[in-house]
């Protein structure tokens, strides 16, 4: 089962980076340590943030923080059973 606290602080990382507000996820991609290829984990829960990008809606841009769309980002990972 996946640690949803760890989950978080593990976006928050990868995401304070961009420019905020961003408008689109690509707004994202130049803040990622690897990437599209910025790898997620927490227990039985493993998902690149491209196929985040992939497997969630595409959010409720734009968004004015990153603990704004890590939160989003969570709701819907939780809502489609991925955590």
């Known amino acids: 089962m996946a ?3 760890e989950l978080r602080q593990q976006m ?3 995401f304070e ?3 905020y507000p961003i408008s689109s996820p690509m707004d994202l991609v130049p803040a990622l340590p690897n ?3 910025t790898k ?3 227990g039985d829960f493993s998902m690149t943030a491209m196929e985040l990008n ?3 809606s595409g959010g409720d841009f734009p968004y004015d923080s990153p603990e704004a769309f890590v ?6 990972l939780e809502a ?3 955590i």
């Open 12 to 14: 928050i990382d990868a």
């Open 3 to 5: 640690d949803k606290a």
């Open 54 to 56: 992939t497997k969630i």
């Open 80 to 82: 489609n059973d991925y």
């Open 17 to 19: 980076g961009a420019n």
């Open 35 to 37: 990437g599209p290829a």
């Open 40 to 42: 997620f984990e927490s």
């Open 71 to 76: 939160d989003d980002i969570l709701e819907q």
